[in-house]
C-alpha cells in the first residue's frame, strides 16, 4: 500500500470511527471491558500501559478502572521530553492530574509521576486507526509506538504483549505491513477478537 493510499485510509476509517453516537461508543467500550476483564492474560498482568480516548477511539476507561479497582500498577503514556520520536510511560493513579501535551490529548507530568521502562510492562493496550484481520495494525503514522516498542522487533521479545484496541468499523480486508512496524499480539474490536499471525 502507498503512501498516499494510507493517508487516505488513514483519514476514511478516522471519519468512520469520529461517526460513532455516544451511544454506539459506550456500547462498544462495554463490550470491550466485559470480555478483556475476564480473559486470564489481563488478569495475570501486574504493571499495564494505557491510553486515554480520544479522536473516536474505542474507550479503556472502564478496564483502567477495573485495573485500578485490582491493584493493578496501571501507567499513561506521555510524549518523551528528550526523545521526541518515542513514548515514555508514567505511573497512573485514580485522581491524579492530568495535563495537555504539544496537541492536546492529556497525559500525566513526567515531573510528578514515575516512570517505567517499556520493557518491564506486562501488557500494552494500544489505540488504532484501522487493522486487518491477521492482525496489523494502522496507527496515526507518527511512529511513536513503533519506535518505542521496536526492541521486540530486535530482540524477538514476546513481551510485553501488545494489544491494539478498535471499534469493528476499523477492519479492512488486508494492510501491508510496514519493515518498522511492530506486530500487535492481538487485536481485540468491540466484536470480536483478532489473533496476530506470527512473523
Not at 485490582?70 to 528528550?82: A, E, V
Not at 530482540?155 to 510485553?160: K, Q
Request: proline fraction near 7%; hydrophobic fraction near 35%; charged fraction near 30%.
Amino acid at each position: 500500500m502507498t503512501q498516499p493510499t494510507r493517508a487516505s485510509l488513514r483519514k476514511a476509517l478516522r471519519t468512520a470511527r469520529r461517526a460513532l453516537t455516544p451511544r454506539q461508543q459506550t456500547l462498544a467500550a462495554n463490550r470491550l471491558y466485559h470480555r478483556i476483564s475476564s480473559q486470564r492474560d489481563y488478569l495475570r498482568a501486574r504493571r499495564i500501559a494505557f491510553y486515554l480516548a480520544g479522536d473516536g477511539e474505542i474507550d479503556p476507561g472502564l478496564l483502567l478502572a477495573d485495573a485500578l479497582a485490582r491493584g493493578k500498577h496501571c501507567y499513561l503514556p506521555c510524549l518523551h521530553p528528550f526523545r521526541p520520536d518515542r513514548l515514555l510511560f508514567l505511573r497512573y493513579r485514580e485522581g491524579e492530574p492530568l495535563f495537555p501535551h504539544r496537541w492536546g490529548m492529556l497525559e500525566p507530568s513526567p515531573r510528578r509521576a514515575k516512570a517505567i521502562s517499556a520493557r518491564t510492562l506486562d501488557m500494552v493496550f494500544i489505540p488504532l486507526v484501522g487493522f486487518d484481520p491477521q492482525g496489523n495494525r494502522l496507527g496515526m503514522g507518527k511512529g511513536f509506538y513503533d519506535r518505542s516498542f521496536a526492541f521486540r522487533q530486535r530482540s524477538g521479545r514476546r513481551s510485553p504483549r501488545l494489544i491494539g484496541l478498535a471499534h469493528e468499523c476499523q477492519r479492512v480486508e488486508h494492510l501491508e505491513n510496514q519493515a518498522w512496524d511492530v506486530q500487535m499480539d492481538k487485536i481485540e474490536s468491540d466484536r470480536r477478537t483478532y489473533r496476530a499471525r506470527p512473523i
